[in-house]
């Protein structure tokens, strides 16, 4: 009813105007409308600048600031929400151009489809920043508490995006806080807050300063600038205390392991073409020769490292001898049968070759390894061949137990997994001392899709408090510290063997995020959506 009031209002006013004054009106307007494109602009530059592959995670500090300077200009919650989903399309179709190239070069679509995938899903994915700014126009009346409000509401966006595409459907792949994985002083506040409080520092700082540019005193502008260099003050201080002046080395509070990782390179068109069979089979027997006589204790091969599932007794025997050769557990990517079911899946070979272990991926890829909402989609497209090659994995359970290496729990992901911080947390509550992440990443190409996959990782690490060991077929291969720290990291698209020595943790002890999951979320989650729908109430009453 105010809007409407305020409309009304608005039309009389305008019908008394003179010329020069609607003129006047509509010069405001149009400049308006640019600083609003210049603030959109900026603030996409900076989301862009700050994520893999440029990785510049100073910038993500300010990311937010340009478009709260905006958003202060907007009126009504429809403008602030189409102003933010612009602004997130703009920075998600730059991050995510890499879905274009898959597309069509790795998935054979054409032209057209690729272009509407790359930015069907940009557009999709920028309602959750529509949201958020929608809300902004609410929450900028509460004043000095905005900034605190405003990144609330940032966090309880991406905690929702994250648990709803748990259990169901979405790709939260984009996390404000993944721009800090080079970052490790700031970093280690995820081992008590998960990734989430590391999204509200920096949602906080970026308000914080944006904020203070559109008050019209002075004073009140610096004292919200000081609360935002505070917070990044205190989040490296924190940082630069926890984290070991020296590389972890193994003592009386760490036990050692010495692991391979193997990357083949194999090219993805080679790996399902019969026609190079042979020559995948002596690339995966060389590399495994080359672990014979040394003391590694575990080889991890990537995912899918053989064309098919490793039961076969080609490749079961090929690997068996690795094992014995080498003394080592193998780790290797395969299919896993089940009767009529397939799964993508893990098998963990024991040097004797007598014990052989699984693991079935839970978190499937949507439309690449199963198609959501398959029996609508198969009634509504009956003709579609491609479909007829997707939606051919069954996901595993989640009760599923870490690996059992020799004694040591071994928690394991699958690829995009790693991107669902529940998986890990629930391993780590079993116990996991190590953590292991198997990819194929030749899918994207050299775009920045590899990039952003390991930083992933490295905030996973982090959160955890456990050392991870990443196999990508393709690259990135990496060894990361349990300070979320890249050790060692291969080539992209070079065939490598790393070789480290891990130190792991003694004792039952875990991160506080571990022992207590989403807390924080849940804290922001419970402020900001009390207090926006009090707020949102009390503006149209």
Same mark, same amino acid.
């Given at each position: ?67 709260? !300077? ?14 933010? !989903? ?18 069509? #070069?790795? +998935? ?52 929702? #995006? ?7 459907? +979405? ?39 944006? !904020? ?11 004292? #919200? ?13 924190? +940082? #630069? ?134 029996? !609508? ?53 079993? +116990? ?110």
């Amino acid at each position: 009813m105010r809007e409407l009031r305020e409309k009304i209002t608005d039309q009389d006013a305008r019908q008394k105007m003179t010329f020069g004054a609607r003129l006047k009106r509509f010069c405001a307007g149009v400049g308006n409308g640019l600083f609003l494109l210049l603030c959109a602009i900026a603030t996409a530059w900076l989301v862009y600048e700050s994520f893999p592959r440029n990785s510049r995670p100073e910038l993500a500090w300010f990311a937010l600031a340009p478009f709260i !300077w905006g958003v202060t200009r907007t009126k009504g919650f429809w403008s602030s929400f189409f102003y933010a !989903w612009f602004t997130a399309l703009l920075f998600h179709a730059g991050i995510f151009y890499w879905i274009y190239y898959t597309c069509l #070069h790795g +998935g054979g679509l054409s032209q057209g489809l690729s272009l509407a995938a790359w930015l069907g899903l940009s557009g999709l994915l920028s309602v959750q920043f529509a949201i958020f700014g929608g809300s902004c126009y609410f929450l900028k009346k509460t004043g000095f508490f905005f900034p605190l409000l405003a990144a609330c509401g940032f966090v309880a966006l991406e905690w929702v #995006h994250q648990t709803l595409a748990f259990y169901g459907l +979405g790709f939260p792949w984009l996390m404000l806080g993944y721009t800090q994985w080079n970052a490790p002083e700031v970093l280690q506040i995820v081992s008590y807050t998960g990734v989430y409080g590391l999204s509200f520092a920096l949602a906080f700082t970026g308000v914080s300063v944006g !904020w203070a540019f559109a008050l019209p005193g002075v004073k009140r502008g610096v004292g #919200h600038m000081c609360m935002a260099a505070l917070v990044f003050l205190g989040l490296f201080a924190f +940082g #630069h205390y926890r984290l070991p002046s020296q590389p972890l080395r193994p003592g009386k509070a760490l036990l050692s392991l010495n692991a391979a990782l193997m990357q083949p390179n194999i090219d993805q068109y080679k790996k399902w073409d019969e026609t190079f069979e042979t020559e995948i089979t002596d690339t995966l027997e060389e590399m495994g020769a080359s672990l014979a006589g040394t003391d590694v204790m575990l080889a991890v091969w990537p995912e899918s490292a053989v064309p098919g599932t490793l039961l076969e007794d080609r490749y079961f025997n090929l690997f068996k001898r690795v094992a014995a050769d080498s003394g080592a557990y193998q780790l290797v990517g395969s299919n896993v049968p089940d009767g009529d079911a397939q799964y993508v899946g893990v098998y963990l070979l024991s040097p004797d070759g007598e014990n052989l272990q699984s693991y079935r991926k839970i978190k499937l890829v949507p439309f690449g390894e199963y198609i959501p909402l398959e029996k !609508w989609i198969r009634g509504a497209f009956p003709d579609v061949e491609v479909l007829g090659e997707l939606g051919s994995f069954t996901p595993g359970v989640l009760e599923q137990a870490p690996l059992d290496l020799g004694g040591v729990a071994l928690g394991r992901t699958i690829c995009y997994e790693s991107i669902f911080p529940q998986l890990w947390v629930a391993q780590g509550r079993q +116990g996991a001392k190590l953590f292991v992440n198997i990819t194929n990443d030749a899918w994207f190409f050299n775009t920045a899709a590899p990039y952003q996959h390991l930083a992933i990782n490295a905030v996973r690490a982090a959160e955890m408090g456990r050392p991870v060991l990443r196999a990508a077929n393709t690259g990135f291969s990496a060894v990361i510290d349990p300070f979320g720290r890249v050790d060692q990291k291969s080539g992209l698209f070079t065939r490598e063997v790393l070789r480290a020595e891990v130190a792991l943790p003694v004792g039952d002890k875990v991160t506080f995020y571990t022992q207590w999951g989403d807390w924080f979320a849940w804290l922001c989650a419970a402020i900001y959506f009390t207090l926006f729908i009090s707020v949102a109430v009390f503006s149209y009453e």
